[in-house]
């Protein structure tokens, strides 16, 4: 099953997993190094009271996600864990859940409306637990009725998509947790989302093979749907700038499509392999594609490709 492991910092910057290790890439040195090794036992920098910390040991990692110079990491036994990408140690690290089928399926970091940076976790336990990067105590933990796959913060930090083992997506307040709609279009179970820079449009990938397209203003229906070529929508993002959409197959095929153009014109990447994760550089100027496969394991770059200083195609 495809998970987010591969994220990209800046165009010559990508984080990614290679067996227990998460390696930083730069693209413009043509090199790697180790940031994070969970082949070996993980114990906490930081230690205060009240703070449930657990020591961890060969964690096979799930998903992750890197932002303002914090990596974060989830497990197939529901670990947590925290690292200030330019400080040594692990700053948290623990274990969310005692049950069998933990797994920690999607990790967010983001802010609140009031700036402060916060880390979002989805579990198959049907939790979602959000946690403070500044303390890494646990805020709020929301409960649902089925395993929660992916969870995305709108950008002005106030909305929660959460989607899971259902049909339905779920938007919720990001605050409190309580739902405040349901989408309804998808024939089966949901993995990934994404809010457009703007926070008006939502994209949600489901195991019908579909992108769905949700205008915040009027949640009755979609307003678009994105058909992918073989599997499940696994993986989707954004430009920062908001020009750009790219959604991933579990193997052998990325999307991109123009957003300006009501999402109709595409470029299809085709592949070779199991797809670990995409991710658009923040200047938009690349999108790099991590494929996880142990013959072919790579990283593949795909830079936006301009002519008299005017974008001339996609990338």
């Keep these: 099953m495809l998970r987010n492991l591969l994220w990209a910092t800046s165009k010559h910057d990508v984080y990614l997993m290679q067996n227990f ?74 274990k969310l859940t005692t049950d069998d089928n933990a797994i920690t399926n999607a990790v967010d970091i983001f802010q609140n409306p ?47 998509a959460v989607l899971g083992d259902s049909t339905d997506c779920l938007i919720g307040d990001a605050q409190s947790g309580k739902a405040v709609r349901s989408l309804k279009g998808h024939l089966d179970y949901c993995f990934s989302s994404a809010w457009h820079p703007n926070g008006q449009i939502l994209a949600t990938g489901n195991q019908d093979t579909t992108c769905r397209l949700w205008d915040i203003r009027n949640l009755s229906q979609s307003v678009a749907v994105l058909k992918g070529r073989m599997g499940a929508i696994r993986a989707i993002k954004f430009t920062s700038d908001g020009r750009f959409m790219a959604m991933a197959e579990p193997a052998d095929f990325v999307h991109i499509l123009d957003t300006r153009c009501g999402y109709v014109k595409e470029q299809e990447i085709d592949l070779f392999g199991e797809i670990a994760g995409i991710s658009f550089s923040p200047d938009t100027e690349a999108l790099f594609v991590g494929i996880a496969d142990r013959t072919y394991g790579s990283v593949l770059e795909f830079d936006k490709r301009h002519r008299n200083q005017y974008l001339e195609a996609v990338f």
């Design 21 to 94: 290790s998460v390696m930083h890439w730069s693209s413009l040195l043509r090199r790697g190094k180790e940031v994070l090794n969970v082949a070996k036992p993980v114990v906490p920098t930081e230690k205060r009271p009240g703070l449930l910390v657990r020591p961890l040991s060969r964690v096979q990692i799930s998903t992750m996600a890197v932002k303002e110079n914090l990596l974060v990491a989830g497990g197939f036994q529901g670990e947590l864990i925290c690292k200030h990408i330019d400080q040594p140690g692990v700053a948290f690290c623990s």
């Design 114 to 160: 009031a700036g402060s940076m916060r880390v979002m976790t989805a579990n198959n336990d049907a939790q979602v637990r959000v946690f403070d990067v500044q303390n890494f105590t646990c805020l709020n933990c929301f409960s649902f009725d089925w395993s929660v796959n992916n969870t995305s913060v709108s950008p002005d930090g106030k909305l929660v």
